[in-house]
């Protein structure tokens, strides 16, 4: 016997029993957004390897560690896309939707990163993110924040989730601050471990990200990027609370979030959860001020956000806060005999005619009357309809209500769809 193939580690099936929950949350993303104006964007899976070096930074773990980059047969560098910003900025240059007009789009779909697996994180994964671009004022930004505050109490997460918020500022007050925090990580270069020495000249914000515990106390006392911020930045962090505050949204200041992307500037947020263990980021996002120019584009100003859906999913699975989704089916229908088992397939389409919108599962390999009473069960349809021979040749059908303590009924074939609307 062959060998059984399996799976490459991190990259997991959706089983039936699973798909269910990940069909709620999709519909429930896609009506939400949707309900604020935005549209759908999908672009390929498999982009220019020089797309994420640009965009994200090559100096960033994704680009040196985790991107799965390969060389086609032309000798071209390609990258599995990591994310999904670079994507929909490169898709928005190159078709011309950009400069001078206002987008609001999303996307979703699967993301690859080459990382160690855990829990609420693969190497497949998916993610949903949205984009506005065109519009410089802070209102954008707290719509979009506002807009994921509506997933979560849609979803009934806002008990579970908090939302924190940082502005990174102008390329040059961040220059100005990056300089000073080299500054002071270079008398403090005996504490810092690994990773902190390595990122100390290359990428210094991401010193401050750190979780390794024995940097909390060197790092609290690290310069703040607050007191480095410019007017202009102060003036549209100060708009942004207001408009929060004003909309009901609760926040805290993080001055250490600075995000693991390059790209952003200015504002910067994370909603957080203390439901799944480390892997406490729901949802993440913020201004990207410089990204399409320096991906080719025109200058244009862009605020955005993205959220991991396996993650999504194991929250709500960890709250109990998915419905009861397992039914396959609305309405099962059987047959008995040769004759019904010939007519029951016609007999299903017209009432998926008449009935747009309602599942109906026909049974199919024959046999008695308990074995296709018993699946009926198992596909959680409600009604069960039984067409046996004699009843055909009165075209006439029995309706048994599977999950109801009710009284079966015989109709006629031509009446059900009427009942049953």
Request: some cysteine.
């Given at each position: 016997?062959?060998?059984?193939?399996?799976?490459?580690?991190?990259?997991?099936?959706?089983?039936?029993?699973?798909?269910?929950?990940?069909?709620?949350?999709?519909?429930?993303?896609?009506?939400?957004?949707?309900?604020?104006?935005?549209?759908?964007?999908?672009?390929?899976?498999?982009?220019?390897?020089?797309?994420?070096?640009?965009?994200?930074?090559?100096?960033?773990?994704?680009?040196?560690?985790?991107?799965?980059?390969?060389?086609?047969?032309?000798?071209?560098?390609?990258?599995?896309?990591?994310?999904?910003?670079?994507?929909?900025?490169?898709?928005?240059?190159?078709?011309?939707?950009?400069?001078?007009?206002?987008?609001?789009?999303?996307?979703?779909?699967?993301?690859?990163?080459?990382?160690?697996?855990?829990?609420?994180?693969?190497?497949?994964?998916?993610?949903?993110?949205?984009?506005?671009?065109?519009?410089?004022?802070?209102?954008?930004?707290?719509?979009?924040?506002?807009?994921?505050?509506?997933?979560?109490?849609?979803?009934?997460?806002?008990?579970?989730?908090?939302?924190?918020?940082?502005?990174?500022?102008?390329?040059?007050?961040?220059?100005?601050?990056?300089?000073?925090?080299?500054?002071?990580?270079?008398?403090?270069?005996?504490?810092?471990d690994e990773d902190s020495l390595r990122r100390m000249y290359s990428n210094p914000l991401r010193v401050l990200d750190s979780k390794n515990p024995a940097l909390a106390d060197v790092l609290a006392a690290a310069p703040q990027l607050a007191d480095y911020l410019d007017e202009e930045s102060k003036a549209h962090f100060t708009r942004l609370q207001q408009l929060l505050s004003r909309a009901g949204i609760a926040f805290s200041l993080n001055p250490r979030l600075v995000r693991g992307l390059d790209y952003y500037n200015k504002t910067v947020f994370e909603w957080v959860t203390t439901e799944l263990g480390a892997q406490g980021t729901v949802c993440a996002g913020g201004r990207y001020d410089g990204l399409v120019e320096q991906l080719g584009g025109?200058?244009?100003?862009?605020?955005?956000?993205?959220?991991?859906?396996?993650?999504?999913?194991?929250?709500?699975?960890?709250?109990?806060?998915?419905?009861?989704?397992?039914?396959?089916?609305?309405?099962?229908?059987?047959?008995?005999?040769?004759?019904?088992?010939?007519?029951?397939?016609?007999?299903?389409?017209?009432?998926?005619?008449?009935?747009?919108?309602?599942?109906?599962?026909?049974?199919?390999?024959?046999?008695?009357?308990?074995?296709?009473?018993?699946?009926?069960?198992?596909?959680?349809?409600?009604?069960?309809?039984?067409?046996?021979?004699?009843?055909?040749?009165?075209?006439?059908?029995?309706?048994?209500?599977?999950?109801?303590?009710?009284?079966?009924?015989?109709?006629?074939?031509?009446?059900?769809?009427?009942?049953?609307?």
């Open positions: 016997m062959s060998k059984q193939i399996q799976a490459i580690r991190g990259m997991n099936d959706c089983l039936p029993q699973d798909t269910p929950a990940w069909q709620y949350v999709e519909q429930i993303l896609r009506n939400t957004v949707a309900s604020y104006g935005y549209s759908e964007i999908r672009f390929p899976i498999v982009e220019m390897t020089e797309l994420f070096k640009r965009s994200i930074g090559e100096v960033t773990d994704i680009v040196e560690k985790e991107m799965y980059t390969f060389n086609d047969r032309n000798g071209d560098s390609l990258t599995l896309r990591p994310e999904g910003t670079a994507c929909c900025v490169r898709a928005g240059n190159e078709h011309g939707l950009l400069y001078n007009q206002e987008q609001r789009l999303w996307y979703t779909g699967p993301m690859f990163r080459h990382e160690r697996p855990q829990k609420g994180r693969y190497r497949q994964f998916h993610q949903f993110g949205l984009e506005a671009f065109g519009m410089a004022s802070a209102d954008i930004d707290a719509e979009v924040i506002i807009l994921s505050a509506r997933l979560w109490q849609q979803l009934g997460l806002t008990p579970y989730v908090k939302l924190e918020l940082n502005s990174l500022g102008s390329s040059a007050s961040r220059a100005a601050y990056r300089e000073a925090l080299v500054s002071y990580l270079e008398q403090h270069k005996a504490l810092l025109k200058a244009t100003p862009a605020v955005g956000f993205a959220l991991g859906l396996e993650r999504l999913v194991l929250l709500l699975q960890s709250l109990n806060l998915l419905p009861q989704l397992a039914a396959t089916a609305d309405i099962y229908l059987m047959a008995l005999g040769d004759a019904a088992e010939l007519a029951a397939l016609t007999v299903a389409e017209q009432l998926r005619s008449a009935l747009p919108g309602k599942r109906i599962m026909t049974h199919c390999g024959g046999g008695n009357l308990k074995k296709q009473l018993k699946r009926a069960d198992k596909s959680g349809a409600a009604i069960g309809l039984i067409l046996g021979e004699d009843e055909l040749a009165r075209g006439e059908i029995t309706l048994k209500w599977l999950r109801d303590d009710k009284p079966q009924q015989t109709l006629l074939i031509t009446d059900v769809a009427a009942v049953l609307a």
